[in-house]
T-cell receptor, first 113, second 117 residues
């Protein structure tokens, strides 16, 4: 089955700096990679996703890059703000498993004002 | 768009009782809904996948007689925790996949905090 690893588990950055979270996956057939932001006591919120037919996707301060050969993908947050503080989860999925999501273990991001 | 609600947001029940949690997709139809369990500071653990009108598929180790899932319509799925015990206390989160071709996204509900005393 698919195995998704996520690093780092905790990350602290100064406000305005960039934050990068990395995930690796094991199954080369995985073709969809979403990122979720979860605030304390709430459900995960989809913030950006990427499919295997592209290498990069950007949405304002958030970007995701995908390297299919190396089987890793990363979340980049630029100009971080205190409200970016949350737990971020990556996931991987593929069609022939019913699109089941395999989640990473999460990264707790703290943006220090 | 793509809003998923859960009810209740918090519930406290006594050991041995049953609790029902509702998951609704508010502005889209969902062919598939998923139920997850999350322990503090841990990732999401998939419990079961439910498709409208058919039986749910449970992950290995999840007791189907204890966690009853019903997906009666394209906008509603329910999870019933039967004969709840303190070890069932957890954060339960549902997600829904929109009904459209090549749709793979999952949108999550806000979660339900279950405490069994």
């Amino acid at each position: 089955g698919e195995n998704v690893e996520q690093h780092p588990s905790t990350l602290s950055v100064q406000e305005g700096d960039s934050a990068v979270i990395k995930c690796t996956y094991s199954d080369s057939a995985s073709n969809y990679f979403p990122w979720y932001k979860q605030e304390l006591g709430k459900g995960p919120q989809l913030i950006i996703d990427i499919r295997s037919n592209v290498g990069e996707k950007k949405d304002q301060r958030i970007a995701v890059t995908l390297n299919k050969t190396a089987k890793h993908f990363s979340l980049h947050i630029t100009e971080t703000q205190p409200e970016d503080s949350a737990v971020y989860f990556c996931a991987a999925s593929k069609k022939n498993t019913g699109n089941q999501f395999y989640f990473g273990t999460g990264t707790s991001l703290t943006v220090i004002p | 768009g793509a809003v998923v609600s859960q009810h209740p947001s918090r519930v406290i029940c006594k050991s041995g009782t049953s609790v029902k949690i509702e998951c609704r997709s508010l502005d889209f139809q969902a062919t598939t809904m998923f139920w997850y369990r999350q322990f503090p500071k841990q990732s999401l653990m998939l419990m079961a996948t439910s498709n409208e009108g058919s039986k749910a598929t449970y992950e290995q180790g999840v007791e189907k007689d204890k966690f009853l899932i019903n997906h009666a319509s394209l906008t509603l799925s329910t999870l019933t925790v039967t004969s709840a015990h303190p070890e069932d206390s957890s954060f339960y989160i549902c997600s829904a996949r929109p009904w459209r071709a090549e749709g793979v996204e999952q949108y999550f509900g806000p979660g339900t905090r279950l405490t069994v005393t």
